[in-house]
């Protein structure tokens, strides 16, 4: 089943709008800030960053080494949602629709309804994996297709190399593919290595959640060189700042924290896991790092937490995920906070 329509623009509501404070298990971020930054390389505030990001991108593509990146194959944005937005507004054409799916993160509908975009909303299967035939049904009017990988809010992996080129064979449009999380999952699994197979393929990274660096809105997409070229000439000038490129460089030059912080998230997660199950709820496991918890008391259950300063994510509004509470993992100490709410839940419903 499909939804073919326009979306209305609105804003991006979350968990912390409706509450300010607390321990903060809603938006994916990492538990800490492992990044050591040597503040005395931050110089020169005075002045406008570079335009165009040379030495972030010089870095970026060697991190990339092995893929052979030329800086024209990347673009540098403020964050994902800044990205998402431009590759709408630079890639919309009259006529044809954005594609993607539901559930799904909800920032693409609300970027398309911003720019007037038509979207076409396909339903994942019951075990969120996609329906590639009715993928191909429904997308013959379509020319930006969003997938996101590790998939948002369900944690899963949607696309493969074997279903890239399932889809590219048939679709031949523009297919972004949105790769925040791929980090939890393994490197092995990004799409990034096919860029140069697929000229109409453009991965998303960011540095908000497994660099722990979401403070500085430091995004990236990579992609063939006329893709990149046209959404250079749509940003604005400066979109960057030379705060968060600095800050973003010396991160890269630390890719060792970045494998301890994976494997201690990992670690993390597997526990929350195994306290959530003691607790007697049925928490599923992701590619990311969150989980999802399915309950028939969500909505007492967020308002519980909330009201005792854990905050989490309900996705109340998505008839696809109907009683499911996303929780972030976060550090030992506040994973703990957590668990005693949970049971002093479970105490005053018994």
């Known amino acids: 089943m499909r939804h073919n329509r326009k979306i209305k623009s609105f804003d991006y509501q979350t968990a912390r709008h409706e509450f300010k404070n607390g321990l903060f298990f809603d938006a994916n971020e990492n538990h800490r800030q492992w990044v050591k930054i040597d503040w005395r390389r931050l110089k020169n505030l005075h002045l406008y960053p570079d335009d165009e990001g040379q030495e972030l991108k010089s870095k970026l593509a060697a991190y990339h080494g092995s893929l052979g990146l030329k800086t024209e194959n ?9 990205i998402i937005r431009l590759i709408i507004k630079t890639f919309r054409q009259p006529g044809r629709q954005l594609t993607t799916f539901n559930p799904s993160y909800a920032f693409y509908d609300i970027a398309a309804g911003r720019e007037k975009v038509v979207i076409n909303k396909l339903n994942l299967r019951a075990d969120f994996s996609i329906n590639l ?75 908000s959640k497994a660099w722990g660096l979401a403070g500085i809105r430091v995004g990236y997409a990579v992609g063939h060189e006329k ?86 994510r ?7 995920l109907p009683g499911i509470i996303r929780i972030s993992v976060n550090s030992r100490a506040n994973n703990r906070k957590l668990i005693a709410t949970l049971r002093q839940f479970n105490a005053a419903k018994a």
């Open 133 to 207: 035939r009715e993928l191909q049904k429904n997308i013959a009017q379509t020319n930006i297709l969003f997938i996101c990988s590790p998939n948002n809010p369900t944690g899963n992996l949607l696309i493969d190399k074997t279903m890239l080129a399932e889809i590219l064979n048939f679709y031949h449009g523009l297919l972004v593919v949105d790769e925040a999380y791929i980090d939890f999952a393994g490197e092995k699994k990004s799409l990034i290595k096919y860029i140069k197979q697929y000229d109409n393929l453009l991965v998303l990274r960011t540095f």
């Open 314 to 320: 309900h996705l109340a509004n998505d008839k696809k």
């Open 74 to 82: 990347i673009y540098l944005g403020s964050g994902g949602i800044e």
């Open 227 to 312: 893709i990149i070229t046209a959404l250079n000439q749509q940003r604005n000038p400066y979109n960057l700042s030379r705060l968060s490129q600095a800050i973003a460089i010396q991160a890269l030059e630390q890719k060792n924290g970045l494998k301890r912080n994976l494997k201690e998230n990992k670690i993390l997660k597997e526990e929350l896991l195994k306290e959530l199950k003691k607790l007697g709820f049925s928490p599923q496991n992701t590619a990311a790092n969150f989980i999802i918890l399915k309950t028939n008391h969500a909505d007492g259950l967020y308002r519980r937490l909330g009201h005792n300063g854990i905050v989490v």
